[in-house]
C-alpha cells in the first residue's frame, strides 16, 4: 500500500504513546480518519456510515499501538490499519472507498499474516480481538458494488511492501525513520490542523 508519512505521522504516534495526551490524540484521529473516507464514500451514503466508522477508526487505533509494541515501524503500524479498514469497506461492498484493489486483499493479509492470526483478524472479521465488545455500530452495505467493483481512490501495484510518499514527494520502500524527539504539541488532535493525507 501507498502512504504518507510525515513529521505530524510521528508527534501523532508519540502522542498516542503518551499518558496525558492520549485520549485527545485518539479521538482526533478518529476524527480525522472519518472525515476523510466519509470523503471518498457515495455521498448518498456517507451520513449513514458516520457512526459505523468512528467505531472502525477508534479500535484500528489498539491495532496500531499493538503492532508498534510488537516492532513493527509506524509506517508498517499504520498499514495495518488501514488494511483492517480496507477489508471492512469491502465486506460492506463500500468499494469506492478502497484503498486498493478488491484483487490485491489477499496479497495485503499475507504480508502481515502472522501478526493478523495472533489477533484473530481475517478478512471476514477485520478487527479480530481489536473488536469492541458490543460490536461496531451497524450500516447499510451495498453489496451489489462487489460485482464490478468501482475504486477510484485505490491504487494498485504496491502489496509486496508498504511504500511511503514523503512531503517532497519521493516514494521510500518501507517507510522512513522519524525525528529522534517528535513535537506532541503537532499530533493530530493536539494540533487543530487536520492531515491532508491519512
Known sequence: MKLHQNARHFASRK????PVVRSVAKSGL???HTKVFL?????????????????LFEATVDTYLRALQEGF???EAREIT???ANFDFYNHGWTEMMEFPTDELEAHYERYGDFFERWGITIDDPLGQFAP???????PSTPDRLEEPEHPHAEGGFADDVYVETDDGELVVGGQDGPDDPDVSKAVGVDDEDLEDV
Not at 502522542?15 to 503518551?18: D, S, V
Not at 470523503?39 to 467505531?55: C, N, Q, T, V
Not at 465488545?133 to 450500516?139: R, T
Open 133 to 139: 465488545p458490543e460490536g461496531l455500530p451497524d450500516a
Open 15 to 18: 502522542a498516542l504513546e503518551t
Open 73 to 75: 515501524s509506524e509506517a
Open 39 to 55: 470523503g471518498k464514500a457515495d455521498p448518498a451514503h456517507a451520513d449513514e456510515r458516520k457512526d459505523h466508522l468512528d467505531g
Open 30 to 32: 478518529v476524527r480525522l
Open 82 to 84: 488501514h488494511i483492517q
